[in-house]
T-cell receptor
């Protein structure tokens, strides 16, 4: 099993550009989520999905879109990048949502917006 | 609202010394509690978790944590730190019926020779 994979590892964007961060898991997990990590702020939830076709907003959803057409994939779209979106982005998955479930994290994508 | 506080932004310990990382949570009912570790440039990996039963939980890499309901705490401990333990440690809380896991801000551990 590859677990949770993320591409790209690094990306530099100019303000106003759009891009998609890819996330895939091969563990047949129902729950997937996106976090951003900023110094001193821990991980903040952007969007999550409890299954294919179902998504919802987390703590900091503005400026980001998601969709979940398959169990395996959960891409994160930046529609018009802003410097405030410079961060490290992590995708995570777990067998089901919430409660006592362990989350499995990808290696992260470092994004710099100029 | 649920929240997690890690009072120490960073801690430095000598190799071979004991370690305790503090975590306090805010939640009305019994929470599910986690400690994750993040090595430099990596994603997070679960160290241990508590969801019921014995309040002293054993994890990987020789770590343990104790759930103290009266203090709303879930502190992480290790009796003897190794240089490879240098990393950032995150405490997190989940709850029954919730879809979200709430993370603390993290504590960065430095290990000196």
């Amino acid at each position: 099993n590859a677990g949770v994979t993320q591409t790209p590892k690094f990306q530099v964007l100019k303000t106003g550009q759009s891009m998609t961060l890819q996330c895939a898991q091969d563990m047949n997990h129902e729950y997937m989520s996106w976090y951003r990590q900023d110094p001193g702020m821990g991980l903040r939830l952007i969007h999550y999905s409890v299954g294919a076709g179902i998504t919802d907003q987390g703590e900091v959803p503005n400026g980001y879109n998601v969709s979940r057409s398959t169990t395996e994939d959960f891409p994160l779209r930046l529609l018009s990048a802003a410097p405030s979106q410079t961060s490290v982005y992590f995708c995570a998955s777990s067998p089901t949502a919430g409660g006592p479930e362990t989350q499995y994290f990808g290696p992260g994508t470092r994004l710099l917006v100029l | 609202a649920q929240s997690v506080t890690q009072p120490d932004i960073h801690i430095t310990v000598s190799e071979g010394a004991s370690l305790e990382l503090r975590c306090n949570y805010s939640y009305g009912a019994t929470p599910y509690l986690f400690w994750y570790v993040q090595s430099p440039g990596q994603g997070l990996q679960l160290l241990l978790k508590y969801f019921s039963g014995d309040t002293l939980v054993q994890g990987i890499k020789g770590f343990e944590a104790e759930f103290k309901r009266s203090q709303s705490s879930f502190n992480l401990r290790k009796p003897s730190v190794h240089w490879s333990d240098a990393a950032e440690y995150f405490c997190a809380v989940g709850y029954t019926g919730g879809f979200k896991t709430i993370f603390g801000a993290g504590t960065r551990l430095f290990v000196k020779a």
